[in-house]
């Protein structure tokens, strides 16, 4: 395969776990700025385990999930009774916090004669892990895929169980959740953190993809990109935030023709497009119209 | 040690108010429309480099600048509210899901105006005539800049101008009954729509014009000036409260003041991590904010 396209495959693949903790906590009612501090922690978390405690990759994506998951957690627990502009403020907050910290973070130790690890605003050289052990570009975008696969097999059956029926009531109307019996608070907190998760397991890919992080790549706009991809995906379904990551990467980044004005084509699109779906090209109506179809179909 | 504080208070108050500036418009949107608009600050980016423009093609005076930058800001903001605001706000059956896509629109075009300013002017910094040439005002061992009073002045001056316009106008009149009751402002025979494009371009003029003083200021342009001024504004305004104009102000000097001390006794990086530590454990425990913490700490008075 072509080394361009296979880039821009990884970096779809790489971008949707972000956007799909962003969706995650959409459907739950919140609006969060701040996701990109959970990638940059499982992004530091998996580089620090592999390149400078040689774990092997599956340990090191645990851990940045854990640790993901611990900082959402965190971060969700004064925060999440606020609604709104409230927590995606106090969201933005905390990733910003997380930035300035990876800033101030100096760890460094002598690995193979090299000295490796975070150092500050100078980044994380040398998470090699992938090359060391010989993994073709082409394997590395087959278990960045695959591990996708299985996360959407998880939504998918979220949304047909219970604990999906649960949280998508926590997202429409909390106060009625809470009549009928759902420890809102409780749920909430589960979702940010299986957010955290699933961002932290992206940035561990991620800085295994690149081999370098610096604390710039955590930035607001990363946040707000990934809450927008969610956003014009559509929150009907866990495919939405793949389609709008898709649109953006794969449509407007690599196909160079609008080289240099890709951010007034985009930008431009994105507010036209909300003009005619609010709530994205893949919506809870629209999702629920193409499953009445397919259900037709297979009766028919 | 007592005249670094004396001064570092003065420079938090100066700083506090350019933050101010940027606040009022912004609250003055949200107050209003109960919506944020993330392209505040790249607006003001656009005005400001309009005016960088004119500068380098024509050396024009200072009030030309200003004149330049504030309907430049009133230009881009009126595109803003044409595409992002103004079709949103006919759906008034889905609240919530319109003040989103208000936001994720207006983030969309704050990526378009940076681009279409960072391709009009591609360098990464110009140089933008001060306002006032002179040295800093001497107060015995303190100094003053002279644009940071202007700043000040303009800012205290905004505040009492809106506060007039608010509460003395048939406009403030239409304004105040449409943040009650939407619903009955519209049945009472007020254009809803109009008035929501009035108090836009009334805030974009505000932002125009802190963004004309604050690059006088900074004697320079950059890239950065638009998430600078939409993150400032918008977090002055939620440290002082949501929606309330004299909170804008409150939390803009606090969150000067936050600034000078912690950069004098930390340095830059503790300096923006205790101004978002502050927000975040100020959203957590009182998200109110502190103008309504300083009105309970006061009180029962009357607005």
Redesign the interface.
């Known amino acids: 395969m072509d080394e361009y396209v296979l880039g821009v495959l990884t970096n779809i693949g790489l971008f949707s776990f972000l956007a799909l903790s962003a969706y995650l906590l959409l459907v739950t009612g919140e609006l969060s700025f701040g996701q990109q501090a959970f990638f940059g922690v499982g992004a530091y978390a998996a580089g620090i385990g592999t390149a400078m405690w040689g774990l092997p990759l599956p340990v090191a994506m645990l851990l940045a999930m854990a640790l993901g998951a611990v900082a959402a957690w965190l971060v969700g627990l004064p925060t999440l009774r606020l609604r709104g502009l409230y927590f995606a403020m106090a969201t933005l907050a905390a990733a910003e916090m997380f930035r300035i910290l990876f800033e101030l973070f100096h760890y460094q130790r002598t690995v193979d004669g090299e000295l490796v690890g975070p150092d500050g605003t100078q980044g994380f050289r040398g998470i090699r892990w992938v090359l060391e052990h010989g993994i073709e570009q082409e394997a590395f975008l087959a278990l960045v895929w695959t591990l996708l696969l299985l996360i959407l097999a998880a939504f998918a059956w979220l949304e047909r169980s219970r604990l999906g029926a649960m949280v998508r009531m926590v997202g429409e109307d909390p106060e009625l959740a809470g009549v009928l019996g759902v420890n809102v608070a409780r749920v909430k907190l589960a979702v940010a953190a299986a957010a955290g998760a699933l961002a932290g397991l992206g940035g561990a890919l991620y800085a295994h993809h690149n081999t370098y992080v610096e604390p710039r790549n955590f930035d607001i706009m990363l946040g707000v990109h990934s809450l927008a991809y969610a956003l014009i995906g559509g929150l009907g379904t866990a495919l939405g935030p793949l389609l709008g990551v898709a649109l953006d990467i794969g449509l407007l980044e690599s196909t160079r023709v609008f080289q240099g004005y890709r951010m007034i084509v985009f930008g431009g699109l994105v507010a036209i497009f909300l003009l005619f779906r609010p709530r994205g090209l893949l919506d809870e109506a629209t999702v629920a119209g193409i499953a009445r179809a397919l259900a037709r179909r297979g009766a028919g | 040690m007592f005249v670094d504080l004396v001064q570092n208070t003065l420079d938090g108050v100066m700083l506090g108010s350019a933050y101010a500036l940027l606040a009022l418009g912004f609250t003055l949107i ?1 107050g209003v429309l109960r919506r ?1 608009n ?1 392209s505040y600050g790249p607006a003001i980016m656009l005005g400001a480099y309009a005016a960088t423009w004119v500068h380098l093609q024509f050396h024009a005076g200072f009030l030309a600048l200003a004149a330049v930058t504030i309907v430049g800001a009133m230009l881009a903001g009126a595109y803003v509210e044409r ?2 605001f103004a ?2 706000g006919r ?1 008034s059956t ?1 609240g ?6 208000s ?3 207006s ?10 300013a960072t ?1 009009w002017l591609p360098k990464h910094l110009y140089s933008f005539p001060p306002l006032y040439d002179g040295p800093p005002l001497a107060l015995g061992p303190f100094t003053l800049r002279v644009e940071y009073l202007a700043m000040l002045i303009c800012a205290i001056a905004a505040c009492f101008g809106l506060h007039r316009l608010l509460a003395q106008t048939r406009f403030g009149l239409a304004v105040r009954a449409i943040v009650d009751q939407a619903d009955a402002a519209r049945l009472a025979g007020i254009n809803v729509p109009r008035v929501f494009m009035l108090v836009f371009a009334l805030a974009s003029a505000l932002g125009g014009l802190a963004g004309y003083l604050i690059v006088a200021a900074h004697e320079q342009v950059t890239p950065m000036l638009g ?1 600078w001024s939409t ?1 400032k504004g ?2 002055a305004m ?1 440290l002082g409260g ?1 929606g309330s104009l004299p909170g804008a102000v409150v939390g803009a000097l606090a969150l000067g003041l936050i600034e000078a001390h912690s950069q004098w006794l930390l340095g830059p ?1 503790y300096r ?2 205790i101004a ?2 502050v ?2 454990a100020l ?3 009182r ?1 109110a904010g502190l103008w309504a913490m300083l009105r309970r700490a006061t009180g029962p008075t009357a607005a």
Request: with cysteine; proline share 4%; net charge negative.
């Open positions: 949200f944020a993330l595409l992002c079709p949103h759906r889905s919530d899901a319109a003040a989103v896509a936001m994720v629109g983030f969309a075009l704050w990526m378009q105006l940076e681009e279409i391709l998430m993150l918008i977090i939620m949501l990086q923006d991590l978002y530590l927000l975040f959203l957590a425990l998200p």
